[in-house]
């Protein structure tokens, strides 16, 4: 019996299949890509997050070594049990952020832009903890 040889068609791929198996790939890196962007922004907002939460516990450490006036809370760096170093790490997670921070004798408030155009995340000495569309400004509350 005589074996059969292969053809010159039978030995690897035509063109044809390898082009449509990089385009596959390629529209399969395109949608991994596309949610790892939306992960690091859900990040950087956690972050931003994070750091103004944990400035209350510091501007209440602040007060209690200042006969309990926030006057200065927003300058006073972290050693110093200010918000200075917790805004500028809130600032440093976005990029182009613009932490706010205003104080008074008996209030304070602090906001960041977070990823989301136009959305900021604001906390203030009354307990507020939440994401408003209103910047800051000058305000020692939460809009």
Partial sequence: MKQHEPTLSSKGFTLIELLVVIAIIGLLAAVVLASVGGARNKGADATVKSQLNAARSQAELFAANNGNIYTGVCL?????????????????????????????????????????????????????????????GAATVCP
């Fill in 76 to 136: 006073a760096t972290q050693a110093n049990n200010g918000l200075a170093s917790i805004l500028a790490n809130a600032d440093a997670a976005i990029a182009g952020g613009a932490a706010v921070c205003n104080d008074a004798a008996n209030v304070w408030a602090a906001s960041a832009p977070l990823t989301t155009a136009s959305t900021y995340w604001c906390v203030d000495s009354i307990g507020n903890s939440k994401q408003t569309t209103t910047a800051l």
